[in-house]
């Protein structure tokens, strides 16, 4: 069973910065894929960010330019860095993990709240 531990939420001004990291462990397979989820209040969670294990990395367009997901494959950590922030950023983040069977895991979440 992978347990992920994320970090890092909170309450910040526009413009502002906050930066997420999640931790995995407990894998008995290699972890492929590692992402960002958010899910807003009535609204349907969305994939903001991913990167696979060579470093590929795909965005979301509303936070592109403004966020940078990077990860340690060595730690099994995955972190967002999220700059200029935006009311429309507020949301719960998840992270998430595909290993190498197909295998998904979510974390707990964590609250990202901007204020205008």
């Known amino acids: 069973q992978v347990q992920l531990v994320e970090s890092g939420g909170g309450l910040v001004q526009a413009g502002g910065s906050l930066r997420l990291s999640c931790a995995a462990s407990?894998?008995?397979?290699?972890?492929?894929?590692m992402a960002w989820y958010r899910q807003a209040p009535g609204k349907q969670r969305e994939r903001v960010a991913s990167?696979?294990?060579?470093?590929?990395?795909d965005y979301v367009d509303s936070v592109k330019g403004r966020f940078t997901i990077s990860r340690d494959n060595t730690k099994n950590t995955v972190s967002l860095q999220m700059n200029s922030l935006k009311p429309e950023d507020t949301a719960v983040y998840y992270c998430?993990?595909?290993?190498?069977?197909?295998?998904?895991?979510w974390g707990q979440g964590t609250q990202v709240t901007v204020s205008s």
């Open positions: 998430n993990v595909l290993t190498s069977v197909l295998y998904q895991y």
């Open positions: 407990g894998s008995r397979f290699s972890i492929n894929r």
């Open positions: 990167i696979t294990s060579s470093g590929n990395t």
